[in-house]
């Protein structure tokens, strides 16, 4: 198995690099390696003649010249033939093609294009008939007339497969003559490049000898149209006298010199020209090389036993796997831990994920489970069900005589007793009442780890648990963005590691009680990379995320981390860290690289390997954790589905990979390894904690498993038994151990038996990590009285960078004038050293930001006075002629000459559209009254600082108080608004408020439920939401409120996850107090789209019509009116959608074009509008049309290669819009432009700046005039 993976993967690499190659090599160097790659001489009956045709009547193939050069050296190094080269159509007539034995046709696409007579078309397709040899090449299949498809068996039909994949593919028949021999003889192989289906295909009319091999699931793709999954590759056919060879593969330039399929193409060749004869009747495609049928699953995923699954591990070094608990014990196992007796529990989600569709996963039917080894032999012989009719527990925790259980859905945990140590819990009662808790259920809180320091540690969580004297208290942290699983390394730091954003671990650097700070550094580079042997392809970001082998590239998933703190294997993994990506189906072994001044860094143990990995399809490692037996451990989910249902929807990747492997038929399993080295003995003499006193505890802080000192510390402050003070008191002053020395500090912390007067004796131990852990522990005292952080100045100068570290993050705890005083010691007592600078510079970001904040503003205001002097001055000189000095309004008789600006709405509001009335002026009544001055004429002749200055001072005098308005800002308005030519009137001014005010930053918003969180839709940041923070009732509401009235028609509201409300109202206000529905029982999901006729709007609610066990939170929230690029702003009956039929004229830089078909723009579908391809141009005559407008979407077709290109819309010969660079999957653009007065528009679509129109496709997507 492994030479096969071995195999796939060298072939791979191969493929990949020779395309990287192609695109540096000069025409020599091709035509070198095509003769260093060509077969020799081979034994001919005659010198025949070969004629090689190569013009494209469609797209033209850059490796047509590649091609030609191909021939050439087939031909003189094999001796079999002479080649005349042509790009002359009339060479193909019947007289000249007579002087040769076969036709080559080198990437002639779209034949019929350039033989249009049908006599000449007769006279090609009779060549054939009549006995001369044909070989076709890749998109010679492209196009032609019915007997030219006929005669070469397929028509092309696009290219799910494009140039840049590698792909598998299937010899039919290893014995065949032509294909014997290439590619080592395996039946199945790799190869890189652009593959074509075919329409009008029948296998029976044809020999097959290559196909897709289309058992492998990386070779299904988007676009696939045939229903019998029948691929054709390579095949040949008799044809009247004739003979027939095609080759799909022939895309890329390194093919060309690829020896296997040279060997393929000179047997082909030799076919056509008669030289040899060979089997051209059908066969059936093989059933091996067909996906598995519905409802089977395919051999590479099915169930092994626990022996077999044993033989596909790889394992680095010495090290090995021994099952401690097999399928017979458990059914999906997620955490193990064990008791002070060494009694292991094992939490079970066993509803997670039991069909595609995730049914039933709130059920409460899981379990924990007790396990135990009696005999002392490592492997559990013994299982009790514990706990029982659980909702997904995933967090245990035992404590001295109860178990802590945290299950999902809610942050409530509870605390289970066995009184009568049967291994059943028979008692329970809440230990902390946390409340119902929303979200998907791989994002809520997992660990509860008690920690060195004594707190209890959870991830996403902002806090931690203190458990002191029976009662629970919450500690604050900075959060985390730790996901499944939590770890501490052997000085009390807590570790935490990222799942879905493929980061993996972070806050690697300090404990989170300080900061969440995790730089990028902190991952040495390629450290993210992933070197697994699985060959599944399920990742879910598609096959973009898997190597050609179906091992994912890098992280995905990380999870289930511990740092190795045991006894029984090598010294070299001590406190290194474990942790796993279970869709890669691997464990990495990290280790910490620390610098000279204190950075630390993680790098994989391996070079481009992994620590276990593993060829099984249900290893799904997702646990670890250091055992009694000082031993590592690993829990196996051992299933098939590693994916919560939520991002497993229908018609997603994922979905189908499941469906197609058919691993949703995998659950129930599960199994607990221990990692053993061949040099080491696992302790598997039990502990007896549970029965031992405080007293006898206390030898345990010395051991030299991490794991018992963290058990025995944990049980002494459980116990509150300040009598062992001077047993711990002599291990910290006397030990030669500083593990021991650490752990009997923080025992003596979490007894209460520290003060300020030891902790000083404490600074002057030998080891820095202790000396770290007691000025950590002074914080408590200079938070109640500052002036006991003078005791930390002694330790500015320390040696070691440990402390000099805990220096700067125990002085980020609160930020004073001592705090700061501090930390500038250290730093000026260690000037070599930038990481105190930096770590300074990040923990106290908020001062800094606050004292850069203050620094600006005192600039800024200078500025601003220097705007508020100028523009005072030409208020004074121009403005308060009418307005008054006072900018109340002069008075005019009994009326005013023009409008007060005191509190004005339209001065204080949108800067935008003050600064379109400031330079364009206004005339007429405003606000239903009249003003003697009549009209304001417009100020756009002075330059932009002169308006910045005049309504900067307006908007910031007279009792007014608004943001100062800048020249970039007026230059922006300046530039949009430069087709404007009169001044605006009331109404002129309406519309444009109407049609603005689409930015959700101006508004204001307001909830039934926590309004403080409202902000996070207005951050601009994806990652913060708001979040209702209790359960969804009838009446919830959302509300938004407009700078000013606005026309919307739209609103679209984004769900994170399952939190969205399952039935919502919308209404609307004119001025903020009648109200009325314009959309009712709309059904929500996770992103709900809810259109209405468009009404005017100063305030838009959204309200929940439905009880929801689940927050209401929204990640994002749009009101959508005219101006916002959405279509629907136009009725229907207004829109007159554009067909390319209809144009004046109309080209297309390859292909054809195609109305209403294969529109879609960054994934998103489109049903109307025109697929193109650069350079392209379409005119319409548009003169007494009675067309307003023009609109589209633009953006690169999905069906184009990764290249970028560019849209114009030029209107009577003026350039009236440009999109820029535009990139295969970005998200498409929107035209809307004036074409009231045009009679001319063309669309074009050009190469972009890479300057290459290949692959270049666009699409005009529901482009129309508007009526």
Not at 970 to 976: G, I
Request: with cysteine; net charge neutral; glycine share 8%.
């Amino acid at each position: 198995m492994y030479k096969k993976v071995s195999v796939l993967i060298a072939c791979s690499v191969m493929a990949f690099s020779n395309v990287a190659d192609a695109a540096k090599l000069s025409a020599e160097e091709e035509l070198a390696n095509i003769k260093e790659a060509m077969p020799g001489s081979v034994a001919a009956k005659k010198k025949y003649k070969v004629l090689c045709f190569s013009k494209p009547y469609g797209f033209p193939h850059s490796s047509i010249k590649t091609a030609k050069k191909m021939i050439q050296v087939m031909g003189d190094k094999t001796g079999m033939f002479t080649v005349d080269f042509s790009d002359d159509v009339k060479d193909l007539s019947a007289a000249n093609l007579a002087k040769y034995d076969a036709l080559y046709l080198n990437n002639t696409t779209k034949m019929e294009k350039g033989i249009t007579d049908p006599l000449k078309r007769k006279e090609l397709v009779d060549f054939v008939k009549n006995g001369g040899g044909l070989f076709a090449v890749h998109a010679a299949t492209d196009g032609g007339w019915p007997e030219y498809v006929k005669m070469t068996g397929g028509d092309f039909d696009g290219h799910p497969w494009g140039h840049e994949g590698t792909y598998c593919l299937c010899n039919e028949d290893p014995t065949h003559p032509i294909v014997a021999n290439i590619f080592n003889g395996e039946q199945s192989f790799e190869l890189n490049d652009e593959l074509y289906q075919y329409k009008n295909f029948d296998r029976k009319d044809n020999r097959v000898l290559i196909s897709i091999d289309m058992s492998k699931f990386q070779n299904q793709r988007g676009g696939m149209k045939r229903e019998d999954n029948d691929y054709a590759m390579v095949w040949v056919k008799d044809f009247g006298k004739g003979r027939v060879f095609v080759s799909s593969p022939g895309h890329n330039h390194h093919i060309y010199w690829n020896k296997d399929m040279l060997k393929m193409w000179v047997e082909g060749m030799r076919f056509v020209l008669g030289e040899i004869d060979v089997d051209t009747s059908s066969k059936s495609k093989p059933l091996y090389a067909l996906p598995p049928k519905k409802g089977t699953q395919d051999p590479l995923v099915r169930q092994r036993s626990e022996k077999d699954s044993m033989k596909e591990f790889e394992i680095q070094g010495n090290y090995s796997l021994e099952l401690v608990a097999g399928d017979d014990m458990l059914y999906e196992p997620a955490l193990c831990v064990w008791d002070g007796n060494g009694r292991m529990y094992v939490a079970q989600l066993e509803t997670y994920m039991q069909d595609v569709d995730g049914s039933g996963k709130f059920d409460k039917v899981s379990r924990v489970l007790r396990l135990e080894d009696t005999n002392d032999d490592g492997i559990m012989d013994k299982r009790t069900v514990f706990a029982d009719k659980l909702n997904l527990p995933r967090m245990v925790l035992p404590l001295k005589d109860s178990v802590l259980i945290g299950e999902t859905n809610t942050n409530d945990i509870y605390e289970y007793f066995d009184t009568n140590d049967d291994g059943v819990s028979d008692k329970k009662k809440i230990w902390y009442e946390g409340g119902k808790r929303g979200g998907n259920l791989e994002h809520q809180p997992t660990g509860l780890i008690w920690a060195m320091d004594n707190n209890i540690y959870t991830t996403y969580n902002q806090h931690a648990y203190r458990y002191t004297d029976g009662s629970v208290k919450k500690v604050e942290t900075k959060g985390n963005r730790g996901q499944w699983g939590l770890t501490q390394d052997n000085y009390g730091k807590v570790i935490f590691v990222d799942a879905g954003a493929g980061v993996g671990p972070v806050h690697t650097l300090f404990p989170n009680i300080y900061t969440k700070w995790d730089p990028k550094w902190v991952r040495a580079d390629g450290f993210r990379n992933v070197w697994g042997i699985s060959q599944v392809f399920d990742a879910q970001g598609g096959m973009g995320a898997m190597h050609s082998n179906g091992s994912v590239k890098s992280f995905t998933d990380t999870c289930g981390q511990a740092v190795f703190r045991g006894d029984r294997l090598p010294e070299e993994m001590q406190g290194e860290l474990i942790f796993s990506t279970p869709v890669g189906r691997l464990t990495r072994r990290a280790t910490f690289k620390v610098d000279d001044k204190g950075r630390q860094v993680l790098h994989n143990a391996y070079d481009q390997k992994e620590f276990i990995a593993s060829t099984d399809a249900n290893f799904r490692p997702v646990n670890s954790a250091t055992g009694p037996d000082g031993t590592l451990y690993l829990v196996d989910m051992h299933r098939g589905i590693i994916q919560e249902g939520q991002w497993v929807p229908k018609g997603s990747f994922i979905r189908k990979s499941i469906e197609f492997y058919g691993l949703d038929q995998n659950v129930g399993n599960g199994r607990i390894y221990r990692v053993r080295h061949k040099d080491f003995k696992p302790n598997d003499k039990k502990p007896r904690m549970l029965e031992e006193t405080p007293a006898q505890l206390v030898k345990h802080l010395t051991h030299a498993n991490g794991w018992w000192r963290d058990e025995a510390q944990k049980l002494i402050v459980l116990s509150g038994d300040k009598s062992v003070a001077p047993a711990l008191k002599k291990i910290v002053a006397n030990h030669k151990f500083d593990f021991a020395r650490l752990h009997a500090l923080w025992t003596l912390e979490g007894l209460g038996l520290i003060d300020l007067a030891y902790l000083q004796e404490v600074y002057q131990d030998k080891s820095p990590h202790v000396r770290a852990a007691a000025i950590r522990m002074t914080e408590p005292y200079f938070q109640e009285d500052i002036k006991n952080i003078y005791a930390l100045k002694s330790l500015v100068k320390d040696p070691a960078k440990e402390v000099l570290i805990q220096l700067m993050l125990t002085a980020s705890t609160k930020v004073t004038e001592e705090t700061r005083s501090l930390a500038k010691a250290v730093i000026k007592a260690n000037p070599s050293n930038d990481y105190l600078v930096e770590i300074d510079e990040e923990l106290n970001k908020a001062y800094f930001d606050e004292q850069k904040r203050l620094a600006d503003l005192a600039k800024l205001n200078a500025k601003e006075a220097a705007l508020m002097d100028e523009g005072k001055k030409h208020f004074d000189a121009l403005c308060a002629t009418c307005h008054g000095t006072d900018a109340k309004g002069m008075q005019a008789g009994q009326g005013l000459m023009a409008p007060s600006f005191l509190q004005n709405p339209r001065i204080l509001g949108d800067k935008a559209i003050l600064t379109r009335i400031t330079l364009h002026g206004f005339t007429g009544p405003i606000d239903g009254k009249t003003y003697a001055g009549g009209m304001m004429m417009g100020l756009k002749a002075n330059n932009d600082q002169y308006i910045a200055s005049v309504l900067t001072y307006i908007r910031n005098s007279f009792g007014n108080k608004a943001d100062m308005i800048t020249e970039d800002e007026v230059a922006v308005v300046r530039k949009e608004s430069e087709s404007v030519t009169a001044p605006y009137t009331e109404k002129t001014l309406r519309e444009l408020s109407l049609n603005s005010g689409g930015d959700i930053r101006l508004w204001k918003l307001n909830a039934s439920h926590k309004v403080d969180l409202l902000a996070n839709l207005q951050d601009g940041d994806p990652k913060t939401t708001y979040a209702s923070k209790a359960s969804m009732k009838t009446g919830m509401w959302i509300e938004a409120e407009f700078p000013h009235q606005r026309n919307i028609f739209k609103v679209f509201i984004k769900a994170k996850g399952g939190d969205f409300a399952k039935s919502v109202k919308v209404e609307v206000s004119e001025d903020g107090k009648t109200w009325k529905t314009v959309a009712d029982k709309v059904k929500g999901q996770n992103a709900t789209m809810i259109s209405f006729p468009m009404v005017i709007a100063k305030k838009v609610r959204l309200t929940c019509l439905e009880d929801k066990n689940k927050w209401w939170q929204l990640e994002g929230l749009e009101i959508r009116g005219p101006g916002m690029g959405d279509i629907d702003q136009y009725p229907l009956d207004k829109r007159h959608y554009i067909k390319f039929k209809d144009a004046k004229s109309a080209k297309t830089g390859w292909g054809e074009l195609k109305q209403d078909k294969n529109l879609s723009i960054g994934k998103v579908k489109y049903k109307k509008g025109i697929w193109t391809h650069a350079h392209s141009e379409i005119v319409y005559d548009i003169a007494g049309k009675g067309y307003k407008r023009f609109y589209s979407k633009v953006g690169h077709a999905d069906s184009g290669h990764d290249t970028f290109t560019a849209f114009e819309v030029h209107v009577d010969g003026k350039v009236a819009y440009k999109s820029g660079d535009v990139f295969k999957g970005d998200p498409a653009k929107f035209v809307d432009i004036d074409v009231s007065s045009a009679k001319e528009i063309k669309l074009i679509v050009a190469a972009g700046k890479d300057g290459k129109p290949d692959g270049d496709h666009a699409v005009w997507a529901d482009a129309c005039f508007i009526k």
